[in-house]
């Protein structure tokens, strides 16, 4: 499977800013998607993003408030703008698996408190 | 849309016992995975079931994807310390071949005592 890093790995951000996180991957993958983990809770789809085309959102989440970008096969990223303290979440990649599959891998994970 | 029930949502056993947990669905899966979190890790692939009624074991663990199609559990045999940490199922759901959009159990929340 493919080695995935985030940065940073934790950050503390004042209500009102934005945080963009990275991930890279160590290998070309196809797909790309961003999750948003609350304390305590299970993991919830924010976007697929899918290189040279919009991010694809899901319910509940909205391109202005967490626009991504996908420049190559690689690397993508997440910015959480305008930041509330209902922001603050464990923000987690993934990648997709061999063609054919459905296995998707996570990077570490971006764990952010908004204050 | 879609949601997984997964249960129990924690777990408190002696180390060497096993462990038994599950996830249901109202609807049908193409697929069922298995992850497990490690506090400040990202969700690590256990065992991935790609056929109604597969059996499949990694190790210690066992998981197999229900005949109905609609439900899925995870077996831990002689469990020890390490084994400590929160279990999730996840899915693809019937219909969204292509799309490779998971969804996820809330999660079984795993402590042993030594």
């Known amino acids: 499977s493919a080695v995935i890093s985030q940065k940073p790995s934790r950050d503390i951000c004042q209500r009102g800013t934005s945080l963009t996180i990275q991930c890279q991957v160590d290998?070309?993958?196809?797909?790309m998607f961003w999750y948003r983990q609350q304390p305590g809770q299970s993991l919830t789809l924010i976007a697929t993003?899918?290189?040279?085309?919009?991010?694809?959102?899901e319910s509940g989440f909205v391109i202005d408030k967490f626009p991504i970008s996908r420049p190559n096969l690689t690397f993508s990223t997440l910015t959480v703008s305008n930041m509330s303290p209902e922001d603050s979440s464990i923000y987690l990649c993934?990648?997709?698996?061999?063609?054919?599959?459905?296995?998707?891998?996570f990077g570490p994970g971006t764990r952010l408190t908004v204050t | 849309g879609q949601q997984l029930n997964q249960s129990p949502q924690s777990m408190f056993i002696q180390e060497g016992e096993d462990v038994s947990m599950n996830c249901t669905s109202s609807s049908i899966f193409n697929t069922w995975l298995w992850y497990k979190q490690d506090p400040g890790e990202g969700p690590v692939l256990l065992i991935a079931?790609?056929?109604?009624?597969e059996l499949t074991s990694n190790g210690r663990l066992t998981a197999q994807f229900g005949i109905t199609r609609k439900d899925s559990f995870l077996n831990i045999s002689a469990s020890i310390p390490s084994d400590v940490g929160i279990y999730f199922c996840?899915?693809?759901?019937?219909?969204?071949?292509?799309?490779?959009?998971?969804?996820f159990g809330q999660g079984t929340r795993l402590t042993i005592n030594p």
């Open positions: 993003a899918n290189q040279g085309s919009e991010a694809t959102y």
């Open positions: 290998s070309q993958v196809t797909m």
């Open positions: 079931l790609y056929k109604a009624g």
């Open positions: 993934s990648v997709d698996g061999l063609a054919g599959d459905y296995e998707q891998y």
């Open positions: 996840a899915g693809q759901p019937l219909g969204r071949q292509g799309a490779q959009k998971l969804v």
